[in-house]
């Protein structure tokens, strides 16, 4: 089953300069050392049609504009496509390389094997994803940004044959007895017979239940996106380079849409009034690590939505508390997103531990968050109820850390809220009079 196409306008990411080697979590780019200068050439289909072509490899053109191909692995081909992921159904951003797996690769795996496999597949691999449909098929994803254009060596080097030597790669391990979770009908976790429906990291869940509900999408004036959580009646929370372009010019947040699901939504609401640290400068922010845990930020809504979504509450852990969640029997969290790897819905990714804490008010972890997850929360349920411990920033790498997650911790922004609420509303919506970071109603370029 071919994979949905991503809703235009909703996912047109913005592909920003890189971080350490990785850039922000709302965008995404080879490292540095991989990447070739010129010549490069403009997207099309036609144009990845004839660099395939260049390696031997037959393809199609579908109705929808993307590209239809059997991808070459070690013991046999694999039927899949080349999605052209589009701004409005013009400008193409980005490549999606993406095959189903057959169940006959899988082995004798159900369900809960599959995604045993999946999320330790996830938690070591950074060029291919793994993520379960929800007919419980198999997929398997790699991401490649052209929103520049792309160079021949480029497409081949970091787009098919990375993809395809890490197909052959997952047949291998899937067609290995040390594969993991070989057994059909073996014992669930405790979590897989909690969550019969398949809410497990990486999979949609209903935007419509607690905590989804009191999450959703940030659209940008740009037509970028990002995550956000409602933290009081009228006041959202999210990341502070999704308000900054790839050349650090400030973009306008405009609408949050909570509960978000393939149209439909809990409640929506525009933006008025913005607050960004007045440490945060986007410059620096991507150029170096001297202010990670500035990267969130405070927006106010020109409705009340706290009592349709329900508040997500904020949880403020210590070091040691956070230092806990390391080790494997330790506390666990969930992160939902709105993460380009499904097209319209929220992800969760469950059972996440941390790998690392800073003393900056950030961390590591390798929940497997991707673009469009930048400002979702990270949720600890505790006492019944989901709070938020920190939010998704950027994708980083650092000394034996490769391909982690980095968050902003609840130690960064907590305090702000209450005096954020306690300012007075502005007269003027954030769109009619942007002001200065750091100031209430708005921000302008650092």
């Not at 660099?51 to 239809?68: N, P, R, T, W």
């Not at 002001?435 to 650092?446: D, N």
Request: glycine content about 10%.
């Amino acid at each position: 089953m071919r994979p949905t196409a991503f809703t235009a306008g909703l996912l047109a990411l913005l592909v920003g300069a890189a971080l350490w080697t990785a850039g922000p979590a709302l965008a995404f780019r080879p490292p540095n050392d991989s990447r070739v200068e010129a010549p490069v050439y403009r997207v099309s289909a036609g144009l990845i049609q004839s660099l395939l072509a260049d390696e031997g490899i037959v393809s199609k053109i579908d109705h929808e504009g993307d590209v239809g191909l059997s991808f070459r692995a070690d013991n046999g081909d694999l039927p899949g496509w080349i999605v052209l992921d589009r701004v409005d159904d013009r400008e193409i951003w980005n490549l999606r390389f993406t095959a189903p797996i057959p169940a006959d690769r899988t082995g004798d795996r159900d369900r809960g094997a599959l995604l045993r496999f999946a999320n330790d597949w996830n938690r070591d691999e950074i060029a291919l994803k793994l993520y379960l449909d929800e007919e419980g098929q198999l997929e398997a994803e790699h991401n490649l940004a052209v929103q520049y254009g792309i160079n021949p060596d480029e497409f081949r080097e970091n787009g098919i044959k990375l993809y395809q030597d890490s197909l052959a790669r997952l047949l291998e391990a899937l067609a290995s007895p040390g594969g993991g979770g070989q057994a059909s009908g073996s014992a669930p976790t405790q979590e897989e017979a909690d969550n019969p429906h398949g809410d497990t990291p990486g999979e949609p869940i209903d935007a419509s239940a607690p905590p989804a509900r009191a999450i959703g999408l940030l659209e940008m004036s740009d037509g970028g996106l990002c995550s956000a959580s409602v933290v009081a009646e009228d006041v959202i929370l999210t990341a502070a380079h999704c308000l900054f372009d790839e050349d650090h010019q400030s973009v306008i947040a405009e609408r949050f849409s909570a509960g978000y699901d393939q149209g439909q939504f809990v409640a929506t609401a525009q933006i008025t009034d913005v607050y960004v640290p007045p440490e945060f400068d986007h410059r620096r922010f991507l150029e170096t690590n001297e202010i990670d845990g500035y990267d969130w930020a405070l927006l106010r809504l020109d409705r009340g939505v706290g009592h349709e979504t329900g508040i997500l509450p904020i949880r403020v852990l210590d070091s040691d508390q956070l230092e806990a969640m390391i080790d494997q029997s330790g506390p666990a969290m969930m992160q939902i997103g709105y993460g380009n790897e499904r097209s319209d819905h929220p992800v969760a990714r469950r059972d996440c531990h941390l790998s690392m804490v800073w003393k900056d008010n950030t961390y590591a972890h390798h929940c497997g968050t991707v673009p469009g997850d930048s400002g979702s929360p990270d949720l600890l349920f505790e006492n019944d109820a989901y709070a938020i411990i920190g939010i998704e920033s950027a994708e980083v790498d650092y000394k034996e850390l490769k391909g982690a997650d980095m968050a902003v911790s609840s130690g960064a922004f907590a305090a702000a809220l209450p005096e954020f609420l306690a300012r007075p509303r502005p007269s003027t919506s954030v769109a009619e009079a942007p002001a200065k970071q750091g100031q209430v109603t708005g921000r302008s370029s650092p």
